[in-house]
Nanobody
Framework: QVQLVESGGGLVQPGGSLRLSCAAS????????MGWYRQAPGKQRELVAGITSGDRTNYADSVKGRFAISRDNAKNTVYLQMNSLKPEDTAVYYC??????????????WGQGTQVTVSS
């Protein structure tokens, strides 16, 4: 079992910045991939950014050049730095983790979510 706790959400004006944190209860070195998803009202949950155990990253087209995902293995924490925020970035942001099982499957874990609101 891996527990994920997000923090850092809030209200910010357009053009502003926020940094989200996701603290894991287990060593993230044992986790194959971690990511940030978001879900806006009336929309499906979408991948925002992901990072693998080998530090390979990927981003949704809508956030490329504005958001950056990173990890601190010593703190078992993954971050999402969000710059140049837009109203359309408003959503609940969720941290996720995928861990391979001994049987070759994948266990997925989710945090409780943190609200990000971009508004003037």
């Amino acid at each position: 079992q891996v527990q994920l706790v997000e923090s850092g959400g809030g209200l910010v004006q357009p053009g502003g910045s926020l940094r989200l944190s996701c603290a894991a209860s287990a060593s993230i070195l044992s986790i194959n991939a971690m990511g940030w998803y978001r879900q806006a009202p009336g929309k499906q949950r979408e991948l925002v950014a992901g990072i693998t155990s080998g530090d390979r990253t990927n981003y949704a087209d809508s956030v490329k050049g504005r958001f950056a995902i990173s990890r601190d293995n010593a703190k078992n924490t993954v971050y999402l730095q969000m710059n140049s925020l837009k109203p359309e970035d408003t959503a609940v942001y969720y941290c996720s983790a995928e861990k391979l099982t001994p049987g070759g499957g994948i266990d997925a874990y989710w945090g409780q979510g943190t609200q990000v609101t971009v508004s003037s």
